[in-house]
Every structure is written in structure tokens, then in C-alpha cells.
């Protein structure tokens, strides 16, 4: 059973526009959101992260929403640029003394220049 | 430099010999864990450690072993690959469980 789902497995923006990657989560006891980038042969890289008591946490060009009715979160880039094109990880976890957490299987952006 | 150092970055081998995939972080972490990402399945996690001699399993443990005898390393062990282990690998770090993990550079196995 997939936790966190990350449906569109690619993605294809133009440069300069909005790229937007979704991720839907299905246990509800998550309570922080978190998202990755990964260039071809190398290790993943924290990108942004949202705890489940706000709605919204930007940095620079990285916006992440989060939707907790929804079960729901997004990560928005801004404008976007090709050296964004990788794969974006989402990865939730739940609080607690083993908390783990669980990621999607990633979804693959490509900005066109 | 803050980093997590996996060695060998590429190993092909055969059925049944036993390596170990070494991993070691220089940040003091105390959360360490493994993963290994196949296509469409994302990244898995394998086994964790809280802390020194403390491990757990993850959700595909199946095969491996781990062992934590000192904060900054944590091996982990193919006593007996076989080709559905055929993956590539990353060890990872951080403070806590629930804190960002920094990531190695990934490993790429390969049994035949």
C-alpha cells in the first residue's frame, strides 16, 4: 500500500514558466511534508519542507502547499530554470520517537529552455 | 565538508558471495539509514539506526543486515546476493529520524 503517491511519473515545462509537481499522501498521522531533488548519479538533496501546522512554506524560487483536508501537497518552482530539471522526490513522515520517512517514487521534471 | 561517503560507488558481482557496502558521515549524526531506489518504486528504506547498536528494519530488510558499532559508520551487508537485489543504493544521515537526511552519492549494484 503506497503512502505517498506521486501519480504523473514526468513533467515538461518551458523555461521561465510555472512548473508545479503534485504528491497526495494517504495516512493521515503525517504531520511533515518534505521534497527532494535528484540529479543523475547523485544522492537525493533536501529541497523544501512544510509541518502539517502550516499551509504554505516558501524559499526563493520553492513554494510548497500544503492541503491537509485534501490529504494533498505541491511543490511550485518559479520561474523555472533547466538546471531544475531532475527528479522530485515527495516524503512525508509522522512524528514520533521511530518516525521514518516514506517517499514517493518521484516524479521527472524537464525544463525546456 | 558535510558529507555522507558510500564505497563502492559501482559493484558487479555474482550469486551468493557475501560484501558489504560501506557507508560513513563526518556530521556527527545520529539517525542513520539505508534505501535503495528501483525504477517505479521510488526510494525504499532498508534498515535504520537510532543511534550506536541500535537498528531496526525498514520495509524491505529481507536479505541485508546492518550494524552500527561507531556513530559515523554503518555498513550495510549482502551475506548472500541474488539478482533481485540488483539496485541502486543510498546510505543517508541526519540529527534525528524526522529531520532532513543528507544523502550519499549512491551505490550501483549489480548481481548476476
Known amino acids: 500500500d503506497q503512502q505517498v503517491k506521486q501519480n504523473s511519473p514526468s513533467l515538461s515545462v518551458q523555461e521561465g514558466r510555472i512548473s508545479i509537481l503534485n504528491c497526495d499522501y494517504t495516512?493521515?498521522?503525517?504531520?511533515?511534508f518534505l521534497w527532494y531533488k535528484k540529479y543523475p548519479a547523485e544522492g537525493p538533496t533536501f529541497l523544501i519542507s512544510?509541518?502539517?501546522?502550516?499551509d504554505k512554506n516558501e524559499d526563493g524560487r520553492f513554494t510548497v502547499f500544503l492541503n491537509k483536508s485534501a490529504k494533498h501537497l505541491s511543490l511550485h518552482i518559479v520561474p523555472s530554470q533547466p538546471g531544475d530539471s531532475a527528479v522530485y522526490f515527495c516524503?512525508?513522515?509522522?512524528?514520533?520517537?521511530?518516525?521514518?520517512?516514506?517517499f514517493g517514487k518521484g516524479i521527472t521534471l524537464s525544463v525546456r529552455p | 565538508e558535510a558529507q555522507v561517503t558510500q564505497n563502492p560507488r559501482y559493484l558487479i558481482t555474482v550469486t551468493g558471495k557475501k560484501l558489504t557496502v560501506t557507508c560513513s558521515q563526518n556530521?556527527?549524526?545520529?539517525?542513520m539509514s539505508w534505501y535503495r531506489q528501483d525504477p517505479g518504486l521510488g526510494l525504499r528504506q532498508i534498515y535504520y539506526?537510532?543511534?550506536?547498536?541500535?537498528?531496526d528494519k525498514g520495509d524491505v530488510p529481507e536479505g541485508y543486515k546492518v550494524s552500527r558499532k561507531e556513530k559515523r559508520n554503518f555498513p550495510l551487508i549482502l551475506e548472500s546476493p541474488s539478482p533481485n537485489q540488483t539496485s541502486l543504493y543510498f546510505c543517508?544521515?541526519?540529527?534525528?529520524?524526522?529531520?532532513?537526511?543528507?544523502f550519499g552519492d549512491g551505490t550501483r549494484l549489480s548481481i548476476l
Open positions: 512544510i509541518s502539517s501546522i502550516k
Open positions: 516524503a512525508a513522515s509522522a512524528t514520533g520517537a521511530n518516525s521514518k520517512l516514506t
Open positions: 543517508a544521515s541526519s540529527f534525528i529520524s524526522s529531520q532532513p537526511q543528507h
Open positions: 556530521m556527527n549524526h545520529e539517525y
Open positions: 495516512n493521515s498521522m503525517f504531520d511533515y
Open positions: 539506526s537510532m543511534n550506536v547498536e541500535v537498528t
